[in-house]
DNA sequence: TAGATTGTTAATCGATTAACAATC
DNA sequence: TAGATTGTTAATCGATTAACAATC
């Protein structure tokens, strides 16, 4: 009878970690891993682990470790990885059609039904093998697919908009790549990726040169 | 004099934030915000704010608030944003040409300077306005170029190898898009940005559906 | 059984929030 | 001056790490 109630945020993300590296493992024809096993794959501490899969149950066997197989299908479980996921994408840019060719999509498990746009020199288009939609007939069409997943890979401005549009549409979940925050109702998750705050951030850390040593000075 | 020493990273993601958010007011004509301005603005609470900016200084008045203007100034230069960054992407698949063509890096300082590839269909090509070379050259272009920031748009298997090159070319922030941790020596900064791992996150937060809870009971 | 490794508790660490004296 | 808001200290919160009894 696991409690779920609050387990940390960085534990679902280190899951997806868990899995992928598990996954691996699995191809390589490992049947079990101790949490010592899967710190040395994942770079994430032992005593870490075995913390993080106690949030959802116990699925290992003390002096033994974890059966590999047992331990993917329950990470894929409680992250509701076990089924195929479909996603839409919003915005058929640049970054919406290279999204849209990323094989990996599929390889994780989810699949891409949809591409919007409200641009009507896109709309009607095909994006590999996807009809770009208008974004304005969202909700109609949603009703019937029932994609719960949304990416958003418009410019900032219409980000708000997209989101606005989505949520009236049935998405739940939102992966938002635009660089502005949006507002959603509480039970929408939003996640945000935002490229040029990454690159902002490492620049914080880039090593002083010459150059800044001299303006300092 | 600021003790730069220990700034939380958390801080320091904010700080670029509120350096976006600060530009914007200053196009709207604003002269003097308070932090409680800030987080109207930014949804980040205002004691957050000062305390974040005071890790780098005295930057406003009691009783006024911060001048838009001069605090632009001072967070670009501490996050090193107040000169233009060279950036090379590596992988001109999909994601790297996409991000290639990304106006976003521009306006945000960053300029894209070079793109390699190791596919031999691919090298001499021109994405945009660049011609795509050859990854083998890299340190030898790169000791001219002297770009410091490497963007990963590789597939994971290449990852590694890849950052290795951009090591051994002067790289000393890596912007990493591959499903795979890279390892680099420790004053090279990684970031990791990982399409895949964001959606399997946000799965987990679906709320459970009618067929969900069919399957638990 | 002896050795290995789990699941969990308690200690530590670090970041956020609350509160307020200083001050424009 | 009185009102507003800063910079900072102390309290709180939450996550990570260390350590170990339970157990395969």
Redesign the pocket.
């Known amino acids: 009878m696991p409690l779920n109630r609050?387990v940390?945020?960085?534990?679902i993300a280190?899951l997806a970690l868990y899995l992928r590296s598990l996954r691996l493992a699995q191809i390589e024809g490992l049947e079990t891993?101790?949490?010592?096993?899967?710190e040395a794959r994942t770079g994430?501490?032992?005593?870490?682990?075995?913390?993080?899969?106690?949030y959802f149950?116990?699925?290992?066997?003390?002096?033994?470790?974890?059966a590999v197989t047992p331990l993917v299908d329950r990470i894929a479980h409680i992250m509701r990885l076990d089924r195929n996921q479909p996603v839409m994408i919003v915005g058929a840019g640049n970054l919406g059609t290279a999204l849209a060719g990323y094989t990996g999509l599929h390889e994780s498990g989810f699949q891409l039904v949809a591409v919007y746009d409200n641009n009507f020199s896109k709309i009607g288009r095909r994006i590999w093998d996807l009809e770009i939609l208008d974004i304005e007939d969202m909700p109609a069409i949603n009703a019937s697919m029932s994609v719960e997943i949304g990416i958003i890979t418009t410019p900032a401005p219409s980000a708000q908009m997209v989101a606005d549009q989505m949520v009236k549409s049935g998405v739940r979940a939102i992966l938002n790549f635009a660089p502005t925050r949006v507002s959603v109702p509480r039970d929408v998750a939003v996640r945000n990726v935002d490229l040029t705050q990454e690159l902002q951030i490492l620049c914080y850390y880039l090593p002083p040169s010459a150059t800044t040593e001299e303006m300092e000075a």
């Open positions: 609050a940390p945020e960085p534990t280190r891993l101790s949490s010592a096993d899967i994430i501490s032992s005593g870490q682990v075995r913390k993080d899969l106690s149950g116990e699925f290992g066997k003390p002096g033994l470790g974890y």
